[in-house]
T-cell receptor, first 110, second 111 residues
Framework: DAGITQSPRHKVTETGTPVTLRCHQT?????MYWYRQDPGHGLRLIHY???????DKGEVSDGYSVSRSKTEDFLLTLESATSSQTSVYFC?????????FGSGTRLTVV | GQQVMQIPQYQHVQEGEDFTTYCNSS?????IQWYKQRPGGHPVFLIQ?????EVKKQKRLTFQFGEAKKNSSLHITATQTTDVGTYFC???????????FGTGTRLQVTL
């Protein structure tokens, strides 16, 4: 969707390496979210942000950290990637009429 | 914490048949949202229901919010191959406009 982009789209990384995923929005929305999607689990909230430098944990935050130094950018970091973090990661912004999601990042940890 | 369950997990229909997915929350919801995700794509917002007993229609799709505001359904009349995808319901949880998503129903439509 126009207004929110994620990078990279695909990434393969080795166990134990750090990985950072980027979410960028162009519409100045206050709230941003990181979800992961796995078969049988739907979408689960990892972390969210309610403003610059204001972030909090979601239901599956272990092994992840986030930062938001500017309104437009919300970064998700896997400090030391594990195979259980192989997943599709979606960033979202909250518009008045529901969430708008980015196109996702498919991360494989080998 | 809040749980949102959907049934069925998967349904395979022939084109032209009807389809219904059901969403149940462990807590009362202030509103419920529905999203569609095409294979390989990202979830896309379809609709939000707010009032108890509310019914909304979008062409062949009919959305209902239960009287107790703990359940919802999506009904598709005369499915088409373009309806293929996974349908998620989602309800607000806590602060910061967070959403808890249901487990999703994957719809497959064949000719």
């Amino acid at each position: 969707d126009a207004g929110i982009t994620q990078s990279p789209r695909h990434k393969v990384t080795e166990t134990g390496t750090p990985v950072t995923l980027r979410c960028h929005q162009t519409e100045n929305h206050r709230y941003m979210y990181w979800y992961r999607q796995d078969p049988g689990h739907g979408l689960r909230l990892i972390h969210y942000s309610y403003g610059v430098k204001d972030t909090d944990k979601g239901e599956v935050s272990d092994g992840y950290s986030v930062s938001r130094s500017k309104t437009e950018d919300f970064l998700l970091t896997l400090e030391s990637a594990t195979s259980s973090q192989t997943s599709v990661y979606f960033c979202a912004i909250n518009r008045d009429y529901g969430y708008t999601f980015g196109s996702g990042t498919r991360l494989t940890v080998v | 914490g809040q749980q949102v369950m959907q049934i069925p997990q998967y349904q395979h229909v022939q084109e032209g048949e009807d389809f219904t997915t059901y969403c149940n929350s462990s807590t009362t919801l202030s509103n419920i949202q529905w999203y569609k995700q095409r294979p390989g794509g990202h979830p896309v917002f379809l609709i939000q229901l707010v009032k108890s007993g509310e019914v909304k229609k979008q062409k062949r799709l009919t959305f209902q919010f239960g009287e107790a505001k703990k359940n919802s359904s999506l009904h598709i009349t005369a499915t088409q191959t373009t309806d293929v995808g996974t349908y998620f319901c989602a309800g607000p949880t806590g602060t910061a406009s967070k959403l808890t998503f249901g487990t999703g129903t994957r719809l497959q439509v064949t000719l």
